[in-house]
């Protein structure tokens, strides 16, 4: 499987973005996807996550303000991202798994190369 992210760029504070993960591959062995970032000099966390059924989680730090979604004919996971603030600056990674989890590095198969997210004060 491989993952493809596009759509990070340099963002105002207070601006949105949408990030786009295209998937390829033996995709048929993906379940959960989610959507994680690493700051420098800070660890990589989850920040979106999404069941094959659609279920979806996300931790405080960007719940009402990310919005994660799926578009299993297109193969694409999606991250709408609004109210961004320079906190959200990151590298963002798509992510999928073949199990029914993807909120913990473990449960992750398969990474993306990445996206850079920026957002100015």
């Known amino acids: 499987v491989q993952l493809v992210e596009s759509g990070g760029g340099l963002v105002q504070a207070g601006g949105s973005l949408r990030l786009s993960c295209t998937a390829s591959g033996s995709i048929f062995s993906i379940n959960a996807m989610g959507w994680y970032r690493q700051a420098p000099g800070k660890e990589r966390e989850l920040v979106a996550a999404i069941g094959s059924g659609g279920s979806t989680y996300y931790p405080d730090s960007v719940k009402g303000r990310f919005t994660i979604s799926r578009d299993n004919a297109k193969n694409t996971l999606y991250l709408q991202m609004n109210i961004l603030s320079p906190e959200d600056t990151a590298m963002y990674y798509c992510?999928?798994?073949?199990?029914?989890?993807?909120?913990?590095?473990?449960?992750?198969?398969?990474w993306g190369q990445g996206t850079q997210v920026t957002v100015s004060s």
């Open positions: 992510a999928a798994a073949t199990g029914g989890s993807s909120y913990h590095e473990k449960d992750i198969d398969y």
